[in-house]
């Protein structure tokens, strides 16, 4: 008998922003309807319906182009408070049918789908997809596709297949045939730079990955080259885990309420940036040892820097003076009002506070801050408590309070659903199935060697830099 191995479930929001649109305004049904960002809500389109896709709508289009391409269309300013609650009542549904969710951004996520089906008394994983599907439409009000493969990449790229209100599922022993006609361009972690170096080795699609051999795709991009080779011959089984979903970078931007001039407040903003960056660090217990700081000016054009930590930080009095002085540096002589400001940090690592042997570490006061702010706002809502930077920040720009013109990844650990939050009678059900005598045992992370399923590259890690990914 062959291995079983792991089942995994992609569900991603159709146009998720649009949708959400649509479930809050039911006038707005049938009709194409496109959510515009910016300051005045006429910045670029960051999200169309599929009736207004057809009018040739995309995402990224500045919004007076797409009024020339559809004059009929309904440009709605976008309401993010509202679309993380519904993301939030979508992931809290999804979250009832698997051992483990794993949402990467605010209308995508990945379940472990193995046993789900024979848990809810479905004959097939597509009649309980669907059940799904049906549920999250009429009790949120936002249609989403769903992909089932024994990978995220390829349960990825079953869900952009049957897009938009369908699933699709890869048997398999169809992946092959599935996956060769794919442009390697399609999978998520592959930029200009790889489908280049692919394309150089005649690669276009993934089935010219299949004929490749693995030595040499190996040499030329080392663990990722094997797991795409796997990947292309329909072998890559993989494990989903909550680890394999690190962070691997946390960035925030700032579009300031008016091109600046003063480049003193606009260091307040991004100060105060900085801040809300660094409670994510004690929230996350992480650490960073490269940070990046870019400025765009009015004329769209921008400066930035980076800079890498002898070791990783996460103390404000640190970070704090590196970033105002980079700051410095990057406005010297520059004449531009000042558009937007970007803190980016990668390169983590755990931190951990633990008292030692001389005692506690004196920046466990500060989590212990932290966390009793966090527990302030969760009872009398955000910024019922702020720090004198948020202060002056706000009186510079009041209407930079409620809801703000950027985009709200809801964080997973609001959504990381754990075995043991489930149902009880459920998890009885879900972490003790029956199964067959030579079942391959799915590793943890941790036990993972060498011949087992590997996790996938880095990319793959979540980002809270969203401008890549909205719509
Ligand atoms: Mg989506």
New binding site residues.
Partial sequence: MAPRYQRILHV?????FASCEIALDPALRNRPVYVGGGRRGDGIVIAANYIAKRYGLITGMACFEARRKCPEGVLVRPHYNEYRRLSLEMFSRLKNYTPMLVPTSI??GFLDFTDSPRVFGCCTAAELAERIRRQIVTEVGVPISAGLGSSRWLAKLATEHCKPNGFLEVPADGERAFLAPVPVKKLSGIAERRARALRSLGVRALGDVARLPLEMLRRRFGVFGLELWLLARGELHETLSLANNARTCISSATTLPWDEPDCEAALLFLLDQTERVITTFFRENLKAREMGVFVRFCNFEGVGRSVRFPSAQFEPRVIDPVVEQMFRELVAGQHQPIRQVCIHFCNFEPLDLQPDLFGEHPEFKRREMHHALEEIETRYGPRSIKSGTRLLAESQAAHLLGDKAKCPFVPQREMEIKVGQLPETLCENALDPVYEEDWLPLESDESRTGSGPLPLPRTWGRSTSRATKLG
């Avoid at 991603?12 to 998720?16: E, H, M, R, Y």
């Fill in positions: 991603d929001g159709d146009a998720f209308d995508e």
